[in-house]
Structures are given as C-alpha cells and as structure tokens.
C-alpha cells in the first residue's frame, strides 16, 4: 500500500510539473523593446494575458530582470515583472463568424498577430467561414481566430456574424430584380387590358 501511495504521489507531482504552461502579459500594453533597455525602441505592445514565447533565459541588466520573447513575427525584450507564468488552460469559447469585404473583390488579410503591421499569412474571400476564438483579452480592433490550426488573427470590420458584403449585394440584386419582374408583369396586364377596350 506504501509502495502504491509513493508511485501515485510521484505520479500526481510529475504531471504537475509538466503541466503545460504559458508566459503572459500581466497587464495591459506590455512593451516589447528592441534591446534590453527602456530607452530603446518599443517595437509592439502585447495585450494583458496574452501569451508570448520565450526565446532565451531570463537574465538581469541594470538591476532590470529581462525575457527575450517572440510575440507573432515581432521579437525583442520585455521587462520579466511585466510577464507571468500560467499553468492554467485558457478559457475561451468558438464562436463562427464569415469574413467579409468592404468593396467588390477585395481579398480580407489574416495576420499573425493583431495588427497591421504583422505578417500577412492568408488571405481569404468574402464568405469565408472562421473561428473566432472568444476570450477575455482585448485585441483592439482585431479578432483572434483558428486558422489551418494556428493563432491567428482577422480585423473586426472584415468580420461579421450576419450578411457578408456578397451576401447583402445579392440580397439587394434579387429584389431589385423581382420588383422589375413584378412591374414588367404589371405593364404587361395593363397593355393587356388596355388593348381589350
């Protein structure tokens, strides 16, 4: 029974230590720094709770504890007090939403990260259906969504949950063209029983 205990405890500890982990931005508009000093450059700013990489060891400079991360296609040093460790799964949810085009035959691009300065890693038609992954981290003006299995993300206004631009065009076409239909049939009959008098 001793023997047992000891191998479950060993168990329990050993799934502990390899649960999956993330490091994330503990609050909002974390920096990214070309170089390991707060007068360098800010290359982006991570929102609170999102996830980054770590590329090397932590290290300390100047009395500042600096990580190495990789944020999407951006990559630089963030002050290590601003990142945190999670062991918990993020919570989120699924929701389906199409993307959809402000002009006729304009291609929506889907990036890496939220904003437009990311890389351009697809780009999809008006209608395309996405997964937009709903969480409590604030993206801007941008949707994070799954895309061929990886993060991604989309810009809210080529995103909808109801009629996409085809969509509504279409909508548009096909009452247009009923209602002439319908006013040509109407001419029609009234020829008709204008021409019997």
Not at 6 to 32: E, G, K, Q, Y
Not at 61 to 85: H, M, P, T
């Amino acid at each position: 029974m001793k023997k047992f205990l000891i191998t479950a405890f060993c168990a329990v500890l050993l799934l502990l230590l390899t649960a999956a982990s993330s490091v994330r931005a503990i609050h909002d508009n974390v920096p990214i720094f070309e170089e390991p000093d707060f007068d360098s450059a800010i290359l982006f700013t991570i929102p609170r709770n999102a996830s980054v990489l770590p590329v090397e060891e932590e290290f300390v400079l100047d009395n500042i504890r600096w990580q190495k991360i990789k944020y999407g296609s951006f990559e630089g040093y963030a002050d290590a007090s601003s990142l945190y460790v999670s062991f918990q799964e993020p919570s989120f949810t699924v929701k389906h939403i199409k993307a959809t085009s402000l002009k006729m035959g304009q291609e929506i691009k889907i990036y890496d990260i939220n904003s437009e300065n990311g890389n351009v890693i697809a780009t999809v038609k008006d209608g395309t259906k996405l997964q937009r992954i709903v969480s409590d981290i604030d993206y801007g003006d941008f949707y994070e969504i799954s895309f061929n299995n990886q993060r991604a993300f989309v810009q809210k206004k080529h995103a909808t949950h109801s009629l996409t631009l085809n969509q509504k065009t279409a909508l548009i076409v096909g009452a247009v063209t009923l209602a002439v239909i319908a006013a040509v049939f109407a001419l029609i009959m009234f020829i008709r029983r204008s021409a019997r008098r």
